[in-house]
């Protein structure tokens, strides 16, 4: 069993700054892939950031500049970088490990950022 759990969330003003950690614990398990998705109030779960082995990272067009992925050597902790944020960057943010026997990954718990002054 592998449970992951973010942390780092909080209340911060517009353009300021957060950093979101997604720590994995658990069973060993092979991660392909680490992505971060947001579901804000009312809207649907989306794709914002995502690192693979290799270290190559996509983003979603709306963060892209703004937040950056990162994960540890061990591929058991993955980072959310996020700065210039904007009342629109609120919602609760979910990080998602992938693995080769488990199409549908891993999930957090989600995280709450709430961007407003």
């Known amino acids: 069993q592998v449970q992951l759990v973010e942390s780092g969330g909080g209340l911060v003003q517009p353009g300021g700054s957060l950093t979101l950690s997604c720590a994995a614990s658990g069973s060993q398990i092979t991660v392909t892939a680490m992505k971060w998705y947001r579901q804000a109030p009312g809207k649907e779960r989306e794709f914002i950031a995502g690192i693979v082995g290799g270290g190559i990272t996509r983003y979603a067009d709306s963060v892209k500049g703004r937040f950056s992925i990162s994960r540890d050597k061990t591929m058991r902790m993955a980072y959310l970088q996020m700065s210039s944020l904007k009342p629109e960057d609120t919602a609760a943010y979910y990080c998602?490990?992938?693995?080769?026997?488990?199409?549908?990954?891993?999930w957090g718990q989600g995280i709450r950022v709430t961007v407003s002054s």
């Open positions: 998602n490990f992938n693995t080769p026997f488990k199409p549908e990954g891993y």
